[in-house]
């Protein structure tokens, strides 16, 4: 079992930042694969950035150049730098993490960007 608690949401500025930070714990020496998703009221559930063991991340096309997932394995953290906010990505941020027994969540933790 992996357990995950995100902070570091708020209400901020359209071209503010933020930063989420997700802090896993039990067994997460079976992780493979770390990310964040989100999803707005109404909309679906969106990918937003994952990153691997190896530290090779991918962005969905909405963030690409705004967001940065960062892992710091020493603390067991992972994060999401997201700058030049914009009212659009406003929702609630779920970290997950990917084992070989399926995926974990976390609570989530709300964002939003005023205009």
């Known amino acids: 079992q992996v357990q995950l608690q995100e902070s570091g949401g708020g209400l901020v500025q359209a071209g503010g930042s933020l930063r989420l930070s997700c802090l896993a714990s039990?067994?997460?020496?079976?992780?493979?694969?770390m990310g964040w998703y989100r999803q707005a009221p109404g909309k679906q559930r969106e990918l937003v950035a994952t990153?691997?063991?190896?530290?090779?991340?991918n962005y969905a096309d909405s963030v690409k150049g705004r967001f940065t997932i960062s892992r710091d394995n020493a603390k067991n953290m992972m994060y999401l730098q997201m700058q030049s906010l914009k009212p659009e990505d406003t929702a609630v941020y779920y970290c997950?993490?990917?084992?070989?027994?399926?995926?974990?969540w976390g609570q989530g933790t709300q964002v939003t960007v005023s205009s």
């Open positions: 997950f993490a990917t084992t070989g027994r399926g995926r974990f």
């Open positions: 039990g067994s997460i020496f079976s992780i493979n694969r």
């Open positions: 990153i691997t063991n190896g530290g090779t991340t």
